[in-house]
């Protein structure tokens, strides 16, 4: 027991190590933003797909290519527009003729889907019917099309952009496609040094070279070994006591019953587990402390918690909500 301790230890110190670089050779392209690589970092660990949302101009697009620059995976970019077919995405048969025999046979023809690393830009552009394209693909790791089914390679990741201004136009993601989102991350603006130095080096000569650190072999190891850091049963009782109070009417905090029309449902507790297990991890620990459950808690429930029409014309947000619960839900004593 002793030594499989030892390997699974060696195993974490030589991950974090690689994370370490991976996140060096982010940022020699990306200034700042080390809290929302970080969580880049968290969903990848956790096996999960992330929605990205800030106003045009925080290098959303450019993070996320760097990030798969630096892993040695299959990159795929894919622009929404209001025009985009499900098709676009998946992949469509095509009719083909074989020259030996000349017989007519139909081929599928794979779409984007089928890479590592998918960069859904501006995902809130394109209708419903489009956006929900991805959902087989984001929850079974998988595509059906005409009755056949085709399995994707994993590691499978979908990180989404959207834009949270000039909404004309756009379609607001379905609560049940955003729930298929591990982490909603949002990019605020840079300091005043960080925009000092991008202004810096966005507009010389130099061109920093990004090289890949990680395989994907490695993040697949990883993502087995989060699953074996500890937690304490103290701790996924504050959790489900958290995901437990978002729901109104039932809530044991009054905020909660005033502002909130839907709360959470179990899988908002799964990922707060996983995703704390993720970043304790990422910082070289291999037990879950409160401060990595506090440090999720938000970009898990920001898109899962649907607030009252009232909430919305007083500009109360989820963040709030979250705010509140982790305010007032406390640990048993000597915890």
Do not use: C
Request: charged share 25%.
């Amino acid at each position: 027991m002793n030594a499989e301790l030892k390997e699974i230890e060696k195993t974490a110190e030589k991950l974090v190590t690689s994370l370490g670089e991976l996140k060096k050779e982010i940022g020699k392209v990306i200034v700042g933003q080390g809290e929302t690589i970080d969580q880049l970092l968290i969903t990848f660990l956790a096996g999960g797909h992330g929605l990205l949302e800030g106003v045009p101009g925080l290098a959303k697009t450019l993070m996320i290519r760097t990030l798969s620059e630096a892993i040695d995976l299959k990159f795929k970019r894919i622009q929404f527009t209001p025009d985009l077919m499900p098709t676009d995405i998946i992949g469509t048969e095509i009719l083909e003729e074989d020259h030996t025999t000349g017989k007519r046979i139909f081929k599928f023809n794979k779409g984007p889907i089928f890479a590592n690393i998918i960069l859904a830009d501006e995902i809130n552009r394109t209708s419903p019917k489009t956006q929900s394209a991805l959902l087989e693909a984001m929850q079974e790791f998988e595509v059906t099309y005409a009755g056949t089914t085709y399995p994707l390679e994993r590691p499978f990741f979908i990180l989404a952009t959207q834009n949270p201004i000039e909404q004309a136009g756009t379609f607001p993601l379905p609560e049940a496609q955003l729930d298929r989102f591990l982490l909603y991350i949002r990019i605020g603006y840079p300091t005043a040094d960080e925009e000092l130095n991008i202004l810096e080096s966005t507009t010389g000569k130099k061109k920093e070279a990004v090289k890949s650190v990680i395989k994907g072999e490695e993040i697949l190891e990883a993502q087995k070994l989060v699953r074996e850091v500890h937690i304490s049963r103290d701790l996924i009782g504050f959790v489900s006591r958290v995901v437990r109070a978002t729901r109104a009417g039932e809530s044991e905090v009054s905020f909660v019953n005033e502002w909130v029309r839907w709360g959470a449902g179990p899988r908002a507790g799964q990922a707060m587990i996983l995703t704390a297990k993720a970043r304790a991890l990422l910082k070289g620990r291999f037990a879950v402390t409160m401060e990595d459950i506090k440090s999720v808690a938000f970009p898990v429930l920001r898109h899962r918690i649907l607030m009252n029409f009232k909430a919305e014309a007083d500009g109360v947000t989820s963040d709030r909500v979250t705010a509140e619960l982790l305010d007032k839900i406390k640990l048993p004593s000597g915890v």
